[in-house]
């Protein structure tokens, strides 16, 4: 379990002291007249037409733009397991963040079970109050079915972020990566090292994106994940059996023998013997924080292009490029779901903004950039009406 010493002069503290997200009212409260229209008896009225009609809730509640941000506090940035009150702080940032960039309201919910039934019990009670559900910091293998047996319950989106934002992000790098060394998508070897929540939504997302999949090996903690491996469950079996054509079995080492493509996104580190055998003009994406798998400077003695997900270097590949985004495209179209061809047109919409001014230092957009929000939110949008899941 993390310590600390909380430290009342520095500003973090200073920053976080009462929390960084109120409630403020829409609506003026300044008179009977006021108060009759917000609350009794005025309100009674719009509740009967909801009753009467409960699709009528999206137009006169705050659902049709307010979304669910729920952990149980398992997987917290990379701390673990601290709990649902120590994982409160990044719930509210990830609420602040989704509308400083999408312009998305967003409600901190951390429960205080582990349990996959009660959480998908508590999140379905609590759906008809949002227009959206954001999964956060659930560790794997859970995540996976929570995600899952919300997603079949509810007809509003429901996206776990450290999924298949990363994804999305990781997507819109690689493209402009290969598009920056006129290079094809379906001719990369790549090479993931992770086979969490993380590393299993990257290699679906690379898959869907143009990546041929027979070209991708996958590593855990054990080493190349494949049909040899013996005792393989779930999500890794069917890693197993979407990826690694070439039977390859051994370590990270042998995973990056003449790799085109290295995403970490494991935490463990990799020596850089290994990233010394890849094959030339290499790309690497270190992604765990606050210790990339590879530092910069190391991986860039052997490859072209580098990425992190830190800020304090180039190539930043940050969620905040696609979550807020993707949730204001999805709530515009009152999307019941969110389909792999709404993410792979995220990922596109993040390529395509820098797309005219690639260098090895910039393949994706600062997060700052208030261009992509916007057009993430359009091509999300658009797809969910090409997919069928619009409802508007």
Partial sequence: MPTSTVDPADPVFQLHRGGKMTVVS????TSRDDLSLAYTPGVARVCEAIAADPTLAHDYTWASNTVAVVTDGTAVLGLGDIGPRAALPVMEGKAVLFKQ???????????????????VATVKALAPSFGGINLEDISAPRCFEVERRLDEALDIPVFHDDQHGTAIVVLAALRNAATLLDRKLGDLRVAVSGAGAA???VTRMLVAGGVDPDRVVVCDSQGIISAYRTGLT??????????NADGRQGDIAEALREADVLIGVSGGQIPERAVAGMAPGGIV???????????????ARHVAVVATGRSDYPNQINNVLAFPGV????????ATRVTDAMKVAAADAIAAVVAESLTPEAIVPSPLDPRVAPAVAEAV???????????S
Avoid: M, S, W, Y
């Fill in 26 to 29: 829409t609506v003026p409260l």
């Fill in 101 to 119: 960039f999408g312009g998305v309201d967003a409600v901190p919910i951390c429960l205080d079970t582990q349990d996959v039934d009660e959480i």
């Fill in 199 to 201: 590393g299993v939504a």
């Fill in 234 to 243: 779930g999500t890794k079996a069917e890693l197993a059996e979407l990826t």
């Fill in 285 to 299: 994406f270190a992604l765990a924080n606050p210790t990339p798998e590879v530092h910069p400077e190391v991986a």
């Fill in 327 to 334: 949730f204001r495209g999805a709530l515009q179209a009152r």
């Fill in 381 to 391: 949008a658009e797809a969910a009406r090409r997919d069928g899941v619009a409802r």
